[in-house]
């Protein structure tokens, strides 16, 4: 069955430092997406991605942070200067399309920044 | 505002009971409605979705879900609770253009007893 992968599936790096977060989506999917859960809270969206451009994006996601498709396969996220408070699981999920199907999700990379 | 509750953080059932999570929504339209489920390590699995039609809605696992316009309300349901179903659980809405921006509870930790 074909998933949704993520690399490193734990990284921890010292405050200040970027970091990219990794994501293999389902290889027939458009729309791929980011999401976060700090520990004990909900899990938020982040930023969706199509057709090599941010289609939609939280207040979550500032300039700190960036996305890109480099190949055909690979969605990456970045985190330009980490802090504290960006400790939390990182979620991938891809879908088909927007409307009418689900998003599928990755294993989740956990971060944390010391 | 758009959100989603899930009054229950913590649920103890015992192998063999029947379970209910419950999921209220508050969201300006009808939602497509999800349920999703994360075992310790994993990512987020899909039990289910609820898009339109039947309101009663079959997922993996045995799991089903009833949708309730007027409650705004997207229980999730299973008849006889397996130890294996131990598990965090999330009930998540998403707009119907757009299903891979989603918005989640905050989630449901379900405990198995022997």
């Known amino acids: 069955e074909p998933e949704v992968t993520q690399t490193p599936s734990h990284q921890v790096t010292q405050m200040g430092q970027e970091v990219i977060l990794r994501c293999v989506p389902i290889?027939?999917?458009?729309?791929f997406y980011w999401y976060r859960q700090i520990l004990g809270q909900k899990v938020e969206f982040l930023v969706s991605?199509?057709?090599?451009?941010?289609?939609?994006k939280s207040e979550i996601f500032d300039d700190q942070f960036s996305v890109e498709r480099p190949d055909g396969s690979n969605f990456t996220l970045k985190i330009r200067s980490t802090k504290l408070e960006d400790s939390a699981m990182y979620f991938c999920?891809?879908?088909?399309?927007?409307?009418?199907?689900?998003?599928?999700f990755g294993q989740g990379t956990r971060l944390t920044v010391v | 505002a758009q959100s989603v509750t899930q009054p229950d953080i913590h649920i103890t059932v015992s192998e063999g009971a029947s379970l209910e999570l419950r999921c209220n929504y508050s969201?300006?339209?009808?939602?497509?409605l999800f349920w999703y489920v994360q075992s310790p390590g994993q990512g987020l699995q899909l039990l289910l979705k609820?898009?339109?039609?039947?309101?009663l809605v079959q997922g993996i696992k045995g799991f089903e879900a009833e949708f309730k316009r007027s409650q705004s309300s997207f229980n999730l349901r299973k008849p006889s609770v397996h130890w294996s179903d131990a598990a965090e659980y999330f009930c998540?809405?998403?707009?119907?253009?757009?299903?891979?921006?989603?918005?989640f509870g905050q989630g449901t930790t379900l405990q198995v007893k022997p």
């Open positions: 999920a891809s879908s088909v399309r927007t409307g009418g199907t689900e998003a599928f």
């Open positions: 290889s027939n999917h458009l729309y």
């Open positions: 991605f199509y057709n090599n451009e941010i289609s939609e």
């Open positions: 969201y300006g339209a009808t939602p497509y």
């Open positions: 609820y898009f339109s039609g039947d309101t």
């Open positions: 998540a809405v998403g707009p119907p253009s757009n299903t891979g921006k989603l918005i």
